[in-house]
């Protein structure tokens, strides 16, 4: 099982903090200094469609130019973007063979860790 997002997110550390108490082995991968491939972006958007993990809330977003996020109005553009400055992907990422998700959730977790073992 993988987990991407950056170590100063809160959400990603709650999450981290959440799989070690309750035991389950994970690899982390720092978005900030190993970065995203474009073809696992291109795989999850196949999976789930970039909107669901471009984080519009997130202050890297805001931080853009208004030019910069009218631009994405397609996936090619959404990804190209998301490699650029990976701090907009919805955090933290969990990957475990069919499961995705993004964002961390507790129930989610429950039911997918603890539930389905």
């Known amino acids: 099982m993988k987990v991407y997002g950056l170590t100063t997110c809160k959400r990603t550390r709650q999450a981290l903090a959440w799989l070690k108490a309750h035991h389950v082995g994970f690899e982390f991968q720092n978005f900030k200094t190993q970065g ?3 073809d696992k972006l291109n ?3 196949a999976r789930s469609g970039y909107a669901t993990f471009l984080n519009k ?3 890297t977003w805001k931080k853009l130019s ?3 996020r009218e631009s994405i109005k397609n996936s090619e553009n959404a990804l190209a973007l998301l490699v650029e400055e ?3 992907i919805k955090r933290p990422v969990v990957e475990d063979g069919s499961f995705l998700l993004f964002g961390f959730d507790e ?3 429950e039911d997918h860790f603890l539930h389905n073992q």
């Open 66 to 68: 208004v030019e910069v």
């Open 36 to 38: 995203i491939s474009p």
């Open 43 to 45: 795989a999850w958007e």
């Open 57 to 59: 809330k997130s202050l």
């Open 86 to 88: 990976p701090g907009i």
């Open 107 to 109: 129930k989610v977790f």
